[in-house]
């Protein structure tokens, strides 16, 4: 019903950037998608999201380090990740809005896609 592609990740240092990105997929509309992180020990959340009409929403903690951006036609995601801290390593997935119209939180997906793993050192 929904397929993504995700690619890019890695390791950086502290400091460093790390670009992800995402095609997706779907038998429903993609009105929107986003970037989740699940850090190790913690619940996944959403890190950056984007609609067709291009309006962004980003976690508190990644404002002014992460840009979130959106190709309508190839529906790709992508994540320009900045200035990289330790706490931002975490499993990266992407998602799209499964034909909602909003990105629902992370318990409401009924699918992941594999993820990317990103990990930051200091």
């Known amino acids: 019903q929904v397929q993504l592609v995700e690619s890019g990740g890695g390791s950086a240092q502290s400091g460093g950037s790390l670009r992800l990105s995402c095609t997706g997929s779907?038998?429903?509309?993609?009105?929107?998608m986003g970037w989740y992180r699940q850090a190790p020990g913690k619940t996944r959340e959403l890190v950056a999201g984007?609609?067709?009409?291009?309006?962004?929403r980003y976690a508190e903690s990644v404002k002014g380090r992460f840009t979130v951006s959106l190709d309508n036609a190839r529906h790709t995601i992508t994540l320009q990740m900045d200035s990289l801290k330790p706490e931002d390593t975490g499993i990266y997935y992407c998602n799209t809005d499964w034909g909602l119209g909003y990105l629902p939180e992370p318990e409401e997906y009924r699918g992941w896609g594999q993820g990317i793993q990103v990990t930051v050192s200091s």
């Open positions: 779907s038998i429903y509309a993609i009105n929107a």
């Open positions: 984007i609609t067709t009409a291009h309006m962004t």
